[in-house]
């Protein structure tokens, strides 16, 4: 797994300044010393994404915090399941990039619950709060596979699953202590979905903050 994800990572920085992007010389703070910002259109809708550029700014406060109760809110591993990649940011904005350019075969989701998501999420994803697949809180086997039909692009076979043509699903959550995220991918796992379509941002929003990189709202 290390080494696809650094033949990943060498590969983003010139393919990412090829498209949608500007010269590095323009803004104090980049992305990488190639990549300045990334600007696009995501389901007919604007992205971009840019550090922000006051070197003064600071974290914002909801993601400052560095202790929270475990469990719930334990540490998660870097790798969460055999199979599944865990990616970072110029992964994630690689992923954005190749939506804006027409690939349907990728969907960006945020899977916090909907009071977090109003306070900004990565531009270009959607949201699919965490108990929407889990049958613990309630998620029935008929609107579960509804999603995997409707939003997954997955096919129901004689009682059985296809996701041969199913999206390739990029989660995130609120950081490496949340375990929203984790438990989209534990359950799609459990459901038969393919774990080299799963891949997982484990840092969540709280590395995309501390990185200033641009957030949105629904």
Not at 60 to 67: D, E, N, Q
Not at 70 to 93: K, N, R, S, Y
Not at 148 to 163: S, T
Request: charged share 20%; aromatic share 8%; with cysteine.
């Amino acid at each position: 797994m290390t080494t696809r994800r650094s033949t990943l990572t060498w590969g983003l920085a010139l393919g990412l300044s090829l498209s949608g992007m500007a010269s590095a010389a323009d803004l104090a703070v980049g992305i990488t010393r190639s990549m300045e910002k990334f600007e696009g259109t995501v389901n007919g809708k604007p992205v971009e994404i840019v550090r922000n550029q006051d070197q003064g700014n600071v974290v914002t406060p909801a993601f400052a915090k560095t202790s929270r109760k475990c469990p719930p809110f334990c540490i998660q591993p870097m790798d969460l399941a055999p199979g599944v990649e865990t990616i970072g940011e110029l992964e994630v904005i690689e992923y954005v990039k190749r939506m804006s350019e027409g690939d349907d075969s990728i969907l960006l989701i945020d899977s916090r619950t909907p009071d977090w998501v109003s306070k900004g999420t990565i531009p270009g994803a959607v949201n699919l709060p965490w108990i929407k697949l889990n049958p613990a809180k309630g998620a029935d086997p008929i609107s579960i596979g509804e999603i995997l039909v409707n939003d997954f692009g997955a096919q129901e076979l004689e009682g059985l699953w296809d996701f041969r043509d199913a999206k390739t699903l990029v989660m995130f959550c609120n950081g490496m202590w949340c375990g929203q995220s984790p438990n989209n991918i534990k359950n799609l796992l459990r459901f038969g979905y393919p774990a080299h379509k799963l891949k997982w941002y484990r840092g969540g929003m709280q590395d995309w903050e501390i990185l200033g990189l641009s957030t949105s709202k629904p």
